[in-house]
C-alpha cells in the first residue's frame, strides 16, 4: 500500500454548470485546470494557510508541469467530487495529484501537477526559484501531506 493510500484526500464538490461545458454539454479542456487550481488552494485554506498570504509575502506557487488523463466525460449537470493529495517534494517540485469522481463513484479523469515555489518579494523582474520553503510553510506543506482532519494548523 503507497503513503498517499494511508492519506486521507482533500476533497472538492462542485456540479458541471453551463459556463463549464462545450456546445455539446461536455465539460471543457479548461474548467478542469481552475477546478484543480481550486482544488490546490482551497487545501491550503483548509490547511490553515491562505494564498492571498503567501501572496502578500512575495511567494508564488505556479504550475511548471501539468497531466490531464480523461477516462469519460462529465456532463452537464453532473456532481463531481475532486480528491487531492500533496504527494512528497521532488527536488524543487511541488507534486499534487487529483481525481475528479462521478456520482456513481466512476473516475472521469485523473491529473497530476506539479508546482514550484518562487519569490516575487524583489519585484516581478527579480523571480527568484527557492529550493527550500521557509520553515512556517514547511509546515504547511506536510501538513497537506498529512491530509485533512491532522490537528495541526499553521498560520502565516
Known sequence: MTEQQHQ???HLER????????HAGVMWHGSYLAWLEEARVEALRQ???AYSDLSERGLELPVVSLQI???QA????????????????????LPWRSVF???????????RVELVLVDLSQGPGQRRLLRK???DLRQALERLRQG???DSRVSL
Do not use: C, M, N
Open 15 to 22: 456540479s458541471v454548470l453551463p459556463q463549464h461545458t462545450d
Open 69 to 71: 488523463d480523461y477516462r
Open 8 to 10: 486521507r484526500p482533500w
Open 101 to 111: 469522481i462521478k456520482a456513481d463513484g466512476s473516475l472521469a479523469a485523473e491529473a
Open 74 to 93: 462529465l456532463l452537464h449537470g453532473e456532481s463531481i467530487r475532486l480528491e487531492s493529495w500533496v504527494l512528497p517534494q521532488q527536488g524543487v517540485k
Open 47 to 49: 490547511a490553515g494557510l
Open 148 to 150: 485533512p482532519g491532522s
Open 133 to 135: 520553503a521557509p520553515d
